[in-house]
């Protein structure tokens, strides 16, 4: 605003002040109690990151399973990750006390904002809410369709193209005399008007409790009735984290308590976004090095004859039988960790830029855990093991649902689900609280156990923007790590992770059944898969052409692992849907267990004949 001179008189040019200088920052405003004071999660019961040690609710998008989970396409469909399903559980039950406690004095109820990278996620969120996936009964009404908010672009171009009133979950946002024929602006103002009118008795978004959003909060917004708020995205200033922190600092009131003659402590519960101040960069000390020299890396229209294309598979889908068979027995064990989960948050508000320690305040699930009923539970999982077979389910969707459910009660009733640490096997109420909030490491487990044993083939799904990916799509980018001159490579250079890699790729380069390679480094050549429950990406070291056609997929690996084991199946999948699907000819897979095998694994696929 810019006030001015209060010369009693009608304003003036003159009576403006010249300019405004104020030192008064969000630090200060949070202090004096102006605003709200922002809480951020600084320790739970959990396994912290093993870089800051810092909870991982601090910044979920950073957690390295949930960023690539959610830095991708996805289908609306698709599960969250499970730290993600955590922490709306462990803040949707925050927001529920909170909603009680405003139930007897507040005509609006408080409000909870997700800020998302990307309109799939904040898509997937909206589903996952409105199906209440993995939202345990106590929190459906988080989860209300007429009272969530899903705006972002994507949302307004549907709208506009189906040529028919925005809607919110299916209720029309407009009046009633307002026709289809809106253009995307009046739509977009109306989405808009709900936006602004948060928490505003009376108005069109008085009982909103949940906004969805990506891009579109960023300018100024006077909501006051903001509790609650997820970060699904990166961080990477303090001035978006101030932000999007901002969006929940407004009190809802200035009443002054007499006992203290200041401002009744408001607060505003923050999860995965980092917001701190970041101290002041400098300091006494030698200069830093000088930058190390950067090698340009980019393929070369001179060596277009060692060109490699490959199939860009996003999925591998598995056409199921009509009856589904679950054999316990020969499953592998599925161990829920209590480490993995959260079940107690603390936090602390922020004064002068650091947590305060001496005011926690806590968030836990215990009395959660006792509204919780097992058979409950087995419904629940029931129904997301049925979203995901029911694509690929080629008989009646009523049989699925027949024998689904009988298949999940007796997968959890088995000893085939482990809890650790032990004692949690002997304590119903813990058992029941690992399965809800690890519910999607069940689904996963028992949908791979059936796919796996009753289908009769596998099909590639292929991204249906490029279909069909090149060494030629690959931009130029630059490195400072090791590399070498690559003589049958499409691209110029080939970077090295290891002395291993540079043994490898000589033997490559001089291999008489060799015709062409390349490494696979911002190709974008990834293979899918799923390791205790969460969604992953592969990508294997090398793609080889040899002299006889075949295609090589191969990986340079040390020691086999579990989650080794779990890439190396994943990848013989691929290699059997790309062949079953033809048209690229004969794929194949290899693994270098130990240097100079290479040529060993080369002659074993040449001499081997085609199926």
């Known amino acids: 605003a810019t006030p001015f001179t209060p010369t009693g008189g009608a304003s003036s040019e003159e009576a403006l002040y010249g300019w405004i200088v104020s030192d008064f920052g969000l630090n200060d405003a949070i202090e004096s109690g102006l605003v709200k004071t922002p809480r951020v999660v600084v320790r739970d019961d959990a396994t912290p990151d093993a870089k800051t040690y810092r909870s991982k609710l601090y910044h979920i998008y950073m957690d390295p399973e949930v960023h690539d989970n959610l830095n991708r396409k996805a289908l609306e469909t698709e599960s969250l990750p499970d730290l993600v399903a955590n922490a709306y559980v462990l803040l949707g039950w925050d927001w529920?006390?909170?909603?009680?406690?405003?139930?007897?004095?507040?005509?609006?109820?408080?409000?909870?904002?997700?800020?998302?990278?990307?309109?799939?996620?904040?898509?997937?969120v909206a589903y996952a809410m409105q199906t209440k996936r993995f939202l345990p009964p106590p929190l459906h009404d988080l989860g209300d369709p007429q009272r969530t908010l899903h705006i972002d672009s994507k949302v307004l171009k549907e709208a506009e193209e189906r040529e028919e009133p925005l809607t919110v979950n299916g209720s029309p946002i407009a009046p009633e005399e307002v026709t289809p024929k809106l253009t995307r602006e009046q739509k977009e103002a109306q989405l808009r008007e709900q936006v602004n009118t948060v928490g505003q008795s009376g108005k069109a978004g008085a009982q909103l409790q949940h906004v969805i959003s990506v891009g579109m909060l960023s300018e100024?917004?006077?909501?006051?009735?903001?509790?609650?708020?997820?970060?699904?995205?990166?961080?990477?200033?303090?001035?978006?984290?101030?932000?999007?922190?901002?969006?929940?600092?407004?009190?809802?009131?200035?009443?002054?308590?007499?006992?203290?003659?200041?401002?009744?402590?408001?607060?505003?519960?923050?999860?995965?976004?980092?917001?701190?101040?970041?101290?002041?960069?400098?300091?006494?000390?030698?200069?830093?090095?000088?930058?190390?020299?950067?090698t340009r890396v980019e393929a070369v229209p001179e060596k277009s004859q060692f060109e490699i294309t490959f199939p860009n598979v996003v999925r591998v889908e598995h056409v199921v039988r009509e009856r589904l068979v679950l054999d316990v027995a020969t499953l592998r064990p599925l161990t829920l960790n209590a480490s993995q989960t959260v079940t107690v948050a603390e936090l602390a508000g922020m004064l002068e830029g650091k947590p305060n320690l001496a005011s926690l305040s806590q968030i836990e699930l215990e009395r959660l855990a006792g509204q919780l009923r097992l058979q409950q539970i087995i419904f629940k999982t029931a129904a997301n093991v049925y979203d995901q077979l029911r694509p690929s389910w080629k008989g009646s969707k009523e049989f699925l649902v027949a024998q689904v459910i009988p298949l999940v009660e007796q997968f959890i009733n088995s000893d085939v689900v482990q809890f650790a640490p032990p004692l949690f096997n002997s304590d119903p109420l813990r058992r029941r609280l690992l399965l809800t909030l690890q519910m999607d490491k069940v689904v996963q487990h028992v949908c791979t156990a059936i796919e796996t044993q009753n289908s009769e083939t596998v099909e590639p799904i292929f991204d249906d923007t490029r279909p069909i990916r090149s060494t030629e799509d690959m931009r130029p980018w630059y490195t400072g790590r090791p590399c070498e001159y690559a003589k049958r490579s499409h691209i110029n250079f080939c970077v090295y992770d290891s002395t291993w890699e540079a043994s490898e790729a000589f033997e490559l380069d001089h291999n008489p059944h060799v015709a062409a390679w390349v490494k696979n480094d911002h190709l974008g050549f990834e293979v899918n898969y799923i390791y205790r429950g969460v969604r992953k990406k592969y990508r294997p070291d090398f793609l080889v052409r040899l002299a006889d056609g075949k295609m090589l997929v191969l990986e340079v690996k040390g020691q086999p692992t579990e989650e080794a084991t779990v890439k190396r199946q994943a990848l013989e999948e691929w290699v059997l849907a790309v062949n079953l699907q033809g048209g690229f000819g004969q794929w194949c897979s290899g693994v270098s267990y130990r240097p100079k095998d290479v040529a060993g694994i080369i002659d074993k696929v040449s001499t081997a004949q085609s199926p």
């Open 96 to 124: 529920l006390e909170a909603k009680k406690l405003w139930a007897a004095t507040q005509p609006v109820p408080p409000v909870m904002i997700t800020v998302a990278n990307r309109t799939e996620t904040a898509a997937r």
């Open 220 to 294: 100024g917004w006077d909501a006051k009735t903001v509790t609650h708020i997820m970060g699904l995205r990166a961080f990477s200033s303090q001035l978006l984290c101030e932000q999007v922190v901002g969006r929940g600092l407004r009190r809802t009131s200035y009443d002054v308590d007499p006992a203290s003659g200041m401002f009744e402590p408001e607060y505003v519960n923050i999860f995965g976004v980092p917001f701190t101040f970041l101290p002041h960069e400098g300091g006494d000390g030698p200069p830093p090095p000088p930058p190390t020299p950067k």
